[in-house]
């Protein structure tokens, strides 16, 4: 008791902050859905290896990639080429830990990847540990001495006694490592930086609201060709940049656009171009009033949804045909989703508002049931839902692969190149009110992104 008294707490951490995880991160970049994968570097100077995962169709694109230390300005660089779906990797190098930024570039276009090094460091337990291990052992070899040396042999029973306590202390510690809280690593924020700083308007119980600006390039969108949507995030309480977004579900910001009908639909994740600055390029295929909803996480704070709209006009005639190329691979920026098969059912089969019904997807590949699904997001399987007056909407995440995540919170989200999910994906979601909902339900397999639309109709309750 006096052993674990003695300890001292470790400093709290930042949200998001591991030393011994890696860090993903999902970015729509260059006409392609990528996860770029951060390695955690065990060591500084040394390596960093960066992983580029691209899901189909792959738009062959070469991506210079740059790391910076924004404390030192020490710069590595080095090239992907992106020509098919799947894993490809470059490897980098730190020469300190801390706040670091990867930038990946590619023509005009620029995503810069804020993210820290951080290198483990022992915990003060390790090292009393190893300090009583050792003076039980140098206390063994002087006991053995004592009962040699006559003139030393009164000191030998108390010899033996400290050896005891010794040993009975490291060992007792050494049973009650896994609960005593580890080391701070090096490259973490100092107490105090991530919350409770007046200088940037946060506050012990969490950060304001953020507000956002919307909006497109060119002003007016046409179906058919590609529009670049910019995002701005500002505090709520001081007006300047939102620039503290941690890693949320493997991306820095999820945002799902929707034609206000529900015939176009985006699950994307814009990339930063600068303090609270996003971008995204995509290509519209329906005209009409479109949805944005723009999920995120603040430093030690919770998630947040900001909303936004923008209008599409009908392209001539003629033009929708590029949104065509865009679905083939050969487009500027992503376009239609791709579609995939399988059955759904409902339980209960008439859902009714205020109580759960779990939905569950049976996913089929060529007639067969599809077992090789992989983990998107860290997730086997993603539903959309929404409401037709666009005044709701939910993110729900498949139930079996969210429990083991519940289970497991200091374990990194599932690698996306293992494909042993499916066939089964089960949500469980209460709707508010009765009405017909529009559901959309998403999964990978074989690197590529399918999404299923349907819709649930949800029934009034009785009083």
Do not use: C
């Amino acid at each position: 008791m006096l052993v674990l008294a003695l300890v001292p707490a470790a400093q709290a951490q930042a949200h998001g902050v591991s030393a011994t995880a890696d860090l993903q991160l999902a970015q729509t970049f260059a006409g392609n859905e990528l996860t770029v994968v951060i390695r955690r570097t065990p060591e500084v100077p040394g390596p960093l290896l960066v992983d580029v995962i691209a899901h189909a169709p792959v738009r062959a694109r070469s991506l210079e990639l740059g790391v910076r230390s924004v404390e030192l300005g020490a710069l590595s660089a080095g090239e992907i080429a992106l020509s098919d779906a799947g894993i490809q990797s470059a490897q980098l190098r730190v020469t300190a830990a801390g706040i670091h930024e990867l930038t990946l570039r590619t023509g005009s276009e620029q995503a810069l990847i804020p993210f820290r090094v951080l290198v483990p460091k022992p915990a003060g337990w390790e090292f009393f540990i190893y300090g009583a291990f050792g003076v039980a052992g140098l206390l063994i070899l002087t006991g053995i001495a004592s009962t040699t040396i006559g003139v030393l042999r009164p000191f030998a029973v108390p010899q033996a006694l400290l050896v005891l306590v010794a040993l009975v202390a490291a060992s007792t510690t050494a049973m009650l490592s896994k609960d005593l809280p580890p080391s701070t690593p090096e490259g973490a924020p100092e107490v105090g930086s991530a919350r409770g700083d007046p200088t940037d308007g946060s506050a012990p119980g969490g950060r304001p609201y953020a507000n956002l600006t919307l909006r497109t390039e060119p002003a007016k969108p046409v179906t058919g060709k590609p529009v670049t949507i910019t995002l701005l995030l500002t505090d709520g309480n001081t007006g300047r940049p939102v620039d503290d977004l941690v890693a949320h579900h493997a991306a820095l910001l999820h945002t799902v656009i929707t034609g206000e009908a529900g015939k176009d639909f985006h699950h994307v994740h814009p990339v930063r171009t600068g303090p609270g600055l996003y971008r995204l390029q995509l290509t519209m295929r329906s005209p009409g009033r479109h949805l944005l909803y723009a999920e995120f996480e603040r430093a030690d704070s919770g998630a947040q949804l900001v909303t936004g709209s923008f209008v599409v006009d009908r392209a001539p005639t003629g033009q929708p045909r590029r949104a065509a190329a865009a679905r083939r691979g050969t487009g500027p920026a992503l376009s239609a989703p791709e579609y995939g098969t399988g059955s759904i059912q409902l339980s209960p089969g008439k859902p009714v508002a205020g109580r759960p019904v779990t939905i569950a997807a049976h996913v089929t590949a060529d007639g067969r049931p599809a077992t090789d699904l992989q983990p998107w997001l860290g997730m086997a399987g993603h539903l959309i839902v929404r409401d037709p007056e666009s005044a709701f909407f939910g993110h729900v995440h498949e139930l079996t692969s969210m429990a083991a995540q519940s289970r497991s919170p200091d374990q990194p989200p599932p690698d996306e190149t293992v494909a042993a999910e499916g066939p089964e994906l089960r949500f469980t979601f209460t709707f508010p009110a009765a009405g017909r909902y529009l559901v959309w339900i998403q999964y990978a397999r074989g690197f590529r992104i399918y999404t299923v639309p349907t819709t649930v109709t949800v029934s009034k309750g009785q009083p």
